[in-house]
């Protein structure tokens, strides 16, 4: 039977237990209809939380509070401890990185946050305070991550679920680009784990904010009306500081999905489809077949051919972390399928590796939405190919056949997107 837990959806907090629940197979459900401010203040839901705070677990032992304890049980229910690793001091590890980000991100997350929706009053030194500290947090957990694609160990931990969720509130309410760009690697390593089929089922896609929410006082003159107390009779309205009421406000009306632009260019002779089979069936021959087949139906008019080039190779210094990069960046031009092929090669049999590749796009410019959608893309710099030169037309060939040496040195791996 499902154990219920008190809380809205997409609430920061109950989302750690509910992405939790998906690794460890735990099922939990949402309890129905909740309100906040209604529903968690009525005498049942004080008995199980004195001070009213969702999330609240409800569990065949009784009530547990406190989202990282509620976070705990779920991971360490069946008793197979997938969110947890085997030995103490990796424990301890995991522990110590969901204390860090709780108290040192989340925390300054909030102050940055809450005085800006009016929950709590706005005083620029402590937002500068806030500020700082939450940039000397970020640059500790990015140096980590310059080396590891998770915090502890080689998999998502119970620490990877609880930084991703507390990065999210960031994320996607007041961290804008120019704040976590400076952040390279914890931006790789937020979008990496929020497009995690796990994560996804609980969090859907994820966008980051793009402005950065006006102070109180810069709202009062144009909406003079709407900064006095709401009246008593309508808590509902005043209750919710939380990021799920804005976004119900924006599902209630959702507005036609415009075309995409690359389905109004011109009709192609080339079929993508037709590529991606030629290239995935043949076995033998490659050259004359594949790459043959591939110039045969080329339509310059319809595609354009790119070479990208990571542009902080000295980074790469551990494979399994440079593979893991690679791989993350075509799970997320998973947007693109439709209107792309890819070939990725990590280069080098030594660090620092070396990361190129060749990518085919309809049209004859970078689509917009990928470079929007796909933090990835300003991590390369990108050439578009002049099939007319045979130097770059035989690169094109060597990239998507693999061939080895390439550029005069071995492949530590060549991943295909299609
Ligand atoms: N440390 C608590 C924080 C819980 C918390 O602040 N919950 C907020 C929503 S995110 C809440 O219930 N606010 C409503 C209230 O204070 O009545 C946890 O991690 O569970």
Redesign the pocket.
């Known amino acids: 039977m499902a154990l219920i837990l008190h ?1 809205p959806p997409n ?3 109950a989302i ?1 237990s509910l992405i939790a629940a998906e690794y460890a197979g735990v099922q939990l459900e949402l309890a129905p209809n909740f309100e ?2 209604v529903s ?2 009525t005498p049942e839901f004080l008995k199980m939380n004195p ?5 609240v677990l409800e569990t065949p032992d009784g009530p547990i ?6 976070a705990r049980y779920v991971a360490r229910l069946k008793g197979d401890n997938v969110l947890y690793l085997s030995t103490p001091i990796d424990n301890a590890r995991i522990e110590q990185w969901i204390d860090f980000s ?1 108290f040192e991100i989340d925390n300054n997350v909030l102050k940055l946050y809450l005085p800006r929706l009016g929950y709590m009053p706005y005083h620029q030194p402590i937002e500068e305070a806030a500020n700082s500290s939450l940039k000397k947090a970020f640059q500790a957990l990015n140096t980590h991550l310059a080396s590891n694609t998770y915090l502890v160990g080689h998999s998502v931990t119970l620490a990877d679920i609880i930084t991703t969720c507390n990065l999210y509130l960031g994320f996607t309410q007041i961290l804008v680009k120019s704040f976590t760009s400076e952040f390279p690697h914890v931006e790789r390593y937020f979008w990496t784990l929020v497009n995690q089929p796990n994560f996804r089922k609980t969090l859907g896609q994820v966008k980051q904010i793009e402005t950065i929410p006006p102070i109180p006082s810069a709202k009062k003159p144009s909406q003079p009306k709407e900064s006095k107390p709401k009246p008593k009779d309508e808590p509902k309205k005043v ?1 919710k ?2 990021p799920e009421k804005l976004k119900e406000a924006e599902e209630e009306a959702p507005k036609p999905k415009p075309k995409n632009p690359l389905d109004l260019l011109p009709p192609s002779t080339m079929i993508l489809d037709e590529w991606k089979r030629l290239y995935s069936n043949t076995k033998t021959n490659f050259r004359e077949v594949a790459i043959k087949g591939f110039w045969d139906m080329y339509d310059p008019e319809g595609y354009s051919l790119w070479f990208c080039d990571y542009k902080y190779n000295d980074e790469n210094t551990v494979s399994f972390v440079t593979l893991n990069k690679v791989g993350g960046f075509l799970q997320r031009m998973d947007l693109a399928r439709k209107y792309a092929f890819g070939k990725m090669l990590v280069i080098g049999s030594q660090a620092p590796f070396k990361v190129k590749g060749l990518w085919l796009f309809r049209g004859q410019e970078i689509p917009q939405f990928v470079i929007d959608e796909c933090y990835d893309m300003e991590l390369y710099e990108w050439t578009k190919v002049d099939i007319y030169d045979e130097n770059q037309k035989e690169r094109v060939n060597q990239m998507i056949e693999d061939y080895e040496p390439f550029e005069g040195e071995s492949l530590l791996d060549a991943k295909c997107f299609k």
Do not use: D, W
Request: a positive charge; zero cysteines; aromatic letters at 4%.
């Open positions: 809380s609430n920061k907090n750690k906040m401010l968690n203040r001070i009213g705070k969702v999330p509070f406190e989202s990282n304890a509620i709780s209750a500081p939380e």
